[in-house]
């Protein structure tokens, strides 16, 4: 059983930096597919960046030339650098893996089927203030 836990989430101003990290555990190797997601208060959960087990990143053109993804297999780790934050970006981000290979930002496709990440961490608070 993968588990995840982020870290890093904090309270910014606009323009500000912040990094977040998600530590797993029962982890064996680099074939997870792994992403960040956030859900604002009152909005639907939306996916954020993705890294997939071939090192291929996929980012929301929302936050593309802003946040970058990576992920350290040695240490179990993934990452979200977010830089010229906005006031937009104030959400919980969470973490989710998952073994399969085909991942993007809406979740897993197996087939003609998009499947939710099987994995999640529980979340951490981003709140940018204008």
């Excluded at 074939?31 to 980012?59: L, N």
Aim: proline share 2%.
């Amino acid at each position: 059983q993968l588990q995840l836990v982020e870290s890093g989430g904090g309270s910014v101003q606009a323009g500000g930096s912040l990094r977040l990290s998600c530590a797993a555990s029962g982890y064996t190797g680099s074939s997870y597919c792994m992403g960040w997601f956030r859900q604002a208060p009152g909005k639907a959960r939306e996916g954020v960046a993705v890294v997939r087990s071939d090192g291929t990143t996929i980012y929301a053109d929302s936050v593309k030339g802003r946040f970058t993804i990576s992920k350290d297999n040695a240490k179990n780790s993934l990452y979200l650098q977010m830089n010229s934050l906005k006031p937009e970006d104030t959400a919980m981000y969470y973490c989710a893996a998952d073994r399969r290979t085909f991942c993007s930002l809406r979740g897993v496709v197996v087939g003609l089927v998009t499947y939710p990440y099987n994995y999640w961490g529980q979340g951490t608070q981003v709140t940018v203030s204008s």
